[in-house]
């Protein structure tokens, strides 16, 4: 399972009921659960045996079209959990829990009250990846019909588990670790568990308009301190810290300590709010904190998305200025959200008197204080109204002209393509032609190779009638000396065959001498003896 939460501390915090619900129910599940980074060391604090995996894409403040390189990284952080089950958990639709069903799209996919994509923008994540992309979830989980956020999240696991599953509000426990760091903090500034108010004024970094006045903060810090010997520590991230110095230097001198976290720091932020008699402040996340601490609190709210968020505590106070443009979701129609500013201390310090005097017996309560006459409050109404039509309208204008855009630059890319094409046919062209220049100079050189061959073949010609004419000349002679040679032979014969006869008769001759002679000498022998 992968959970799409992108929200800010406090979110989280009444998201974790739920998130415990669905851990209970299916202890068997891998759950993980897709945050901002700058809130992973709280989610630690908040439900066991879940992955928590971090983003640094603010959804609500990010245009996708600018965050094109961080898209991607996200679609490869989702393709590697492989989910099988995805929830875009948050009540109000953003553009990354569109982004993660892309990543995943065999998944099952589970939209939190509506399937309608992020109305801000939805049209510009389509124009950043593409008209052929699908970002729709299937199914749709009801919320519970309840005011606050953290019971209407339910909803998400009554459908997922098919039950109706017991509501218990958001708490937080924190380890013992935290709880000495946060006494060591403590004893630096001076202060012990238990004897001092901590005060969130600012925190409200993304809607700076629900904050109440700091002079108002001082006025209730001063009354702390006069009339029930109260330090107060007011708190913040560390980019606040010019607001939370200005209130020190405004305050009643040491009525107040000051606290600026840095990042990584707010389990050391709850670890303060564990440590105070109560908590004061905005519609923030440390208010969150502190309920789900059961510190007893008093929140001074606007109307901007009340009552979601208002505060689960146990015993407190949460004022409000009720006004018929409660609803505006922080798109304030009078610019400087006069449904908290006008709020007076005199309310508030009386407020946190309650808590203090009737610490453990006051129930949560929510306070009415109308600072407007009902003339006011009717021209108020309809300036809201119609304000609110113009918003409406603006946007649908706004989306058009968007559309409009998305359809030129679709219109742009197909004459960049076909631009592209020409470019790329008139390269291939030239290309053609420098191979043709070049096939043409190889036939020129090889056309003069032949050329010079040829020469070379009708020199050889010549050289070979030259030789086959002194072959021919050579044949002769040698036949004539053949003839030469036949005709010595047969002048050799010739003699031979003399030779041989005269030879014969010189053999004749000399037998013939020699029977002469063999006759001579008988007839001397003869001759002798007659002469005896």
């Known amino acids: 399972m992968l959970v799409v939460r992108p929200d800010a501390m406090g979110d989280l915090v009444l998201f974790s009921p739920t998130l415990r619900a669905l851990r209970d129910g299916w202890p068997e599940a891998k759950i993980r659960v897709l945050i901002r980074n700058t809130y992973k060391d709280i989610a630690q604090l908040l439900v066991p045996s879940v992955e928590w995996l971090g983003t640094d894409i603010d959804p609500y403040s990010t245009n996708p079209l600018d965050a094109k390189d961080r898209i991607e990284s996200l679609k490869k952080l989702v393709h590697e959990a492989q989910p099988d089950l995805i929830i875009a958990a948050c009540p109000r639709r953003n553009w990354i829990d569109m982004v993660v069903a892309n990543a995943a799209p065999k998944a099952r996919h589970v939209a939190f009250v509506t399937k309608e994509r992020d109305p801000y923008f939805g049209l510009q994540l389509k124009w950043a990846m593409g008209n052929k992309e699908v970002m729709e979830y299937e199914e749709v989980a009801p919320a519970i019909e309840t005011e606050q956020d953290w019971a209407r999240l339910y909803g998400i696991a009554d459908y997922l588990l098919d039950k109706k599953n017991t509501y218990t509000h958001p708490r937080l426990v924190l380890p013992a670790s935290v709880s000495e760091l946060a006494d060591s903090v403590l004893k630096k500034l001076n202060l012990t568990s238990g004897s001092f108010v901590i005060c969130a004024p600012a925190g409200s970094a993304n809607v700076k308009i629900k904050s109440w006045p700091l002079e108002n903060y001082v006025a209730v810090i001063n009354q702390l301190f006069d009339s029930h010997n109260l330090k107060v520590l007011v708190i913040g991230h560390h980019s606040e810290l010019e607001v939370l110095t200005k209130i020190h230097g405004l305050a009643r001198a040491g009525s107040v300590e000051v606290w600026a976290g840095k990042e990584g720091e707010i389990p050391l932020l709850a670890g303060l709010i564990a440590k105070a008699t109560l908590y004061l402040g905005n519609d923030t996340g440390a208010m969150h904190v502190a309920a789900a601490l059961d510190k007893p609190g008093v929140a001074v709210f606007g109307g901007g998305t009340w009552p979601r968020f208002k505060p689960a505590f146990k015993q407190g106070v949460t004022l409000i200025n009720p006004l018929p443009c409660f609803g505006c979701d922080w798109d304030c129609p009078f610019g400087d959200a006069p449904c908290v500013k006008v709020i007076p201390p005199a309310e508030v310090i009386r407020a946190v008197g309650d808590l203090l005097h009737n610490h453990g017996s006051v129930s949560h309560q929510v306070r009415e204080v109308a600072m407007y006459p009902v003339s006011t409050v009717e021209l108020m109404a309809r300036a809201a109204a119609d304000i609110k039509e113009r918003s409406a309208l603006h946007l649908k204008r706004e989306q058009t002209l968007i559309e409009t855009a998305m359809l030129a630059a679709e219109k742009d890319k197909e004459i960049a393509m076909l631009k592209l094409d020409t470019d790329k046919k008139l390269e291939e062209i030239r290309l053609l032609k420098r191979d043709t220049d070049k096939k043409l100079e190889e036939i020129d050189l090889l056309k003069k190779d032949t050329d010079k061959k ?62 002469l002679h063999k006759t001579c000498n008988e007839r001397q022998t003869i001759i002798d003896r007659f002469n005896k």
């Open 454 to 515: 040829l020469q070379e073949i009708d020199l050889l010609k010549k050289d070979t009638d030259t030789k086959l004419a002194e072959i021919l000349s050579l044949s002769k002679q040698a036949k004539e000396k053949d003839a030469l040679i036949n005709e010595i032979h047969s002048a050799h014969e010739a003699r031979l065959k003399d030779i041989a006869r005269f030879q014969k008769e010189l053999i004749e001759k000399e037998e013939m001498i020699q029977s």
